[in-house]
């Protein structure tokens, strides 16, 4: 298994074996090392001295379901911070095939050209492709199959990415070469563009595969694996049919809607973009529509969905519960079919939708536009961002920043990224994993709204967000999708059994939770030389005292909680 | 003596007895106590819990020359830690008569509406003043002076801080009711805004006289001090004929005047902006203009000027070097009629031509116009600045934010404070005073410049640097203008003299050195607690390795120098 160096100053090309010490690292846990490591934390992230990884895990390629998710990870030009981010696909099971564990991308071309990076048994190239500058997502993920095969894996920035925008992210094709599945957050695709690199192309063809110790064991523990999943209500049926909309209306339900840029917690027309309202739309509409969908082949859990019009037409493929909320009730948009059109052109110019609905709720709030005017706030995405126009680029930078120039300080942010759709005043341990996180404000480091407590209270909090980050950074670097969580995230047995088998260790659950600790606290010392202490490690100040209807509820974690939250004894040490 | 604290929220006015310990204390050492004392360094700096202070010093009051400059203070909107910015003007003189040496600004009004502080012997009251909302500095300070008498102090905000722009400026008048006094930097203008303050007037009615415990005394030491300034060269010849425009030719023969954005550091056109050309200039036009005078009485060194048009019109008042690099070299414009017409709409609009300069600089080289095209840019300022659009607003956050949203990595600023017409690279004692000062790239913690050494070499410049910000900070903290420094930076005496007479102390050279360290180490305190360290006291990453022409100079100030710097033995603790 190797490293390839990809130096983007000098163009060369560099195959390393995968250091021992990276042997059982992937994903987020192999981006932390690395930015650790490699890259000085007061860098500018769009600067030569910031990398870009692209990771997948120690588990890809062997056919275990929901294994092969690819990281994104950089120097964050929104947060200033370490940032990692993950998306599906098949890249990384095209990867795995060339005997690569990941990419990093070192330098900057200085030349002004964008290149594609070719990857295919035996032949790894840097193509000039000055001819892609500009081009939408779709269109390049179309363009690049015509060229390079209907069958490659790629790696692929919008015009966002190339515009330098803090919104953009790095996104990645399913099985049909839709190139919609986003390593979204922290402006990792401006981090790609910065580099001069517009797509990397993975041909289907390597030959490499991962030698397993144990193959009886391992085949026992992949269908073990896939039994549990299958087994597990959320994952097997709600994940399955209704995808992660199916969030929507309990999420509304307890005040926790991002809605009308967090100034509510409930949506009055939340059932109009709700899971079933998705999932019926889908099965009256027919056609293309699907309401069940696997971004990556051997996926059980199938969460991935393709929304058509009422002719039966895709209108993008997978709408999920983040963008409804954050393109939808927190903009004032009630209907699906334009929401789905907001997450089209999204992902064609390669931008995350939870950044740029947040930066478009604070920049309506403002006074930009009104709330729930599709036309105009479909005009601003497509020829303001899409063009960088100077609104455009203001947008572009995210919602804080756009806070500042619009001088509206109602901005739901921490470490200058924005919330997810997860409110943070009515689900407080989102208040712990949005304020601690060396993430920022991403939902993604620890959900916890499953967790069964009174989410509105701040008692225990602290320990739940926390045993959530744990475990979510520990499956987080295995490149695993967090939705095993709820079949395995109690039972990590299953993925021990996995990883003894493929590699012959001897490892057991604890060696898991360890692992999820080194890698947050390997991110957190990344940030801490980049500048980060405890003031960044806080709820924005209108959330303090701003009463969040319906509920009336403020964020009210007590300031001694956060304190002791990073002390050892609080991680048992 | 009092202070006088005015809550927006409540609209109530305090009268309060000037704390003996703030005795001495005024101006930025003032500033520096109450804001560590009072706000909570994790703020909003547009919020209710900022506080805006207004102060004047111990010597203010008693005609002794230079004496009376007027801070403003709060946390910085611009670079989120302690900002204090200080401008000339009568303000201070009015206001120590009614006995008060600082207003301390709090809350935030809630209503929407826009307020006059008005001060006049035994009656102090909040005036709404809605009809003011939007006025222009030199328009407001016409109607508050027909409105309130000719002979106020005035201190104001344009337009810029009702909107929240982090480039808006405090201003205060001189004797003749001009408006362009400026405490420039940080965007203290916002936040004066931001608590719905449009304007302080004071009344020339108080009543009060400081107590001056020895008048013998203090009259031989008045007169002392102002026979050295009138004795000095810098003072009594350098800066009453050519003012600080003295400063272009010397700067751009060490190849260290900001041209083109940071990109040169000479100017082909140097002699059209100089001392002598705006010398000769004002000479030969006669009329209004003026090419010495005193921003408040009593000065003796009066180094500012009254410019001009060729008809005879003042056009501003006044001209400054500054303003002639940042908005003339910087820029591509050598016109000093079209830079005194930019200062003039900058005075107006209430903003920082520092600031904004270098903001334009950072965005004409992305592309927004061409360098020089002084039409385009005099609309840029009036219409989209002025106007408060989109463009407007993003210049109006200053150059870190103008190089995040146009994409241009080439910023000159430390801790999101734009660098002042001090080119690091060549007066290397600059990038120290920029780096290290809490007060972010603010050249008037600190100008190396006289300082007898090699500008181009690293060697000591961190002594001198600090030496320089020890002094500054304590003449700055007893109201002194900084322009007596090159008189009686090296002769405290003059200044312990003034003291001693007037509050029956008996100190020495060394309680002088000692405030000033005090001073400076409160502030740095008030940034470590906003979440400042030492990542922010560095110079941008292009400094480090693009070569400055015509000198080919690097910041190659060593690490382990900037290492030293805060620790206690350079500061001989």
């Not at 797509?199 to 085949?219: H, K, L, M, W």
Request: proline share 5%; glycine share 12%.
């Amino acid at each position: 298994m190797h490293l390839l160096r990809v130096n983007m100053t000098t163009k060369q090309l560099t195959l390393e074996p995968l250091p021992e010490a990276y042997r059982l690292l992937g994903n987020r846990g192999l981006i932390a090392e690395i930015m650790l490591n490699e890259v000085p934390a007061t860098c500018e992230p769009l600067g030569p001295y910031n990398k870009l990884i692209l990771a997948g895990g120690p588990l890809a390629g062997l056919g275990v379901s929901s294994a092969a998710r690819l990281s994104a990870g950089a120097k964050s030009p929104l947060t200033g911070g370490i940032k990692e981010a993950n998306g599906g696909g098949v890249a990384v099971q095209r990867l795995v095939k060339l005997g690569i564990r990941a990419i990093i991308v070192e330098g900057k071309s200085s030349d002004g050209s964008m290149y594609v990076l070719h990857l295919k048994q035996g032949n790894f190239e840097l193509v000039p492709a000055d001819e892609l500058k500009g081009m939408g997502n779709y269109r390049l993920s179309s363009v690049l199959r015509e060229r390079f095969g209907h069958d490659v894996g790629m790696i692929t920035i919008g015009p966002a990415g190339e515009m330098g925008m803090a919104i953009a992210g790095v996104f990645a094709n399913d099985g049909e070469g839709n190139p919609s599945r986003a390593c979204a957050r922290g402006g990792l695709g401006a981090v790609m563009g910065s580099k001069g690199l517009k797509a990397v192309v993975i041909e289907n063809d390597g030959t490499y595969q991962v030698p397993v110790r144990d193959p009886g064991a391992f085949n026992a523990a992949r269908k073990a694996f896939s039994d549990v999943l299958l087994s597990t209500p959320q994952t097997s049926e709600v994940y399955t049919k209704y995808g992660t909309a199916s969030a929507v209306l309990p999420i509304n339900r307890i005040g926790a809607l991002p809605t009308y840029n967090f100034s509510r917690g409930s949506f009055d027309l939340a059932e109009q973009i709700s899971g079933d309202a998705l999932y019926d739309m889908i099965a009256a509409r027919g056609g293309e529509g699907k309401h069940t969908h696997a971004c990556m082949r051997g996926c059980v859990i199938r969460c991935s969905n393709v929304v058509a019009d009422s002719e039966g037409k895709t209108i993008v493929s997978p709408l999920e519960y983040e963008t409804l909320c954050l393109m939808g009730s927190n903009i004032g948009i009630a209907d699906i079919d334009t929401i789905a059109k907001f997450n089209w052109l999204c992902n064609d110019l390669g931008i995350d939708t939870i950044e740029t609905g947040v930066a478009l709720g604070v920049a309506l709030e403002a006074g930009l536009a009104l709330f729930g005017d599709a036309q105009e706030i479909e005009r601003i995405i497509s020829e303001e961002i899409g063009r960088g126009t100077v609104l455009g680029r203001v947008l572009g930078q995210g919602a804080t920043l756009t806070g500042k120039v619009f001088d509206n300080p109602r901005v739901p942010a921490v470490k200058g990224q924005a919330m997810a759709a997860h409110e943070p005043r009515a689900i407080k341990g989102m208040a712990v994993t949005y304020a601690m996180s060396p993430m920022g404000a991403d939902h993604t480091a620890a959900v916890t709204f499953r967790a069964p407590v009174d989410h509105h209270s701040p008692a225990g909090q602290m320990e739940i967000s926390r045993n959530v980050q744990v475990t979510v950074a520990a499956y987080d670097s295995l490149g695993f999708c967090m939705f095993v969580v709820p079949a395995v995230g109690s039972k990590p047995d299953y993925v021990i059994n996995l990883i003894n088998a493929v590699y012959g260790t001897n490892y057991n659950a604890e060696w898991l939770k360890e692992n999820g600790k080194k890698v947050i606290k390997t991110e957190r010392e990344f940030n801490r030389r980049a500048g980060f202490t405890k003031t960044h490690d806080r709820l924005p100040e209108f959330m303090l005292e701003e009463k969040l209807p319906p509920f009336g509820l403020v964020s009210d974690i007590p300031e001694e909680d956060y304190e002791r939250f990073w002390e050892a004894d609080f991680w048992g040490e």
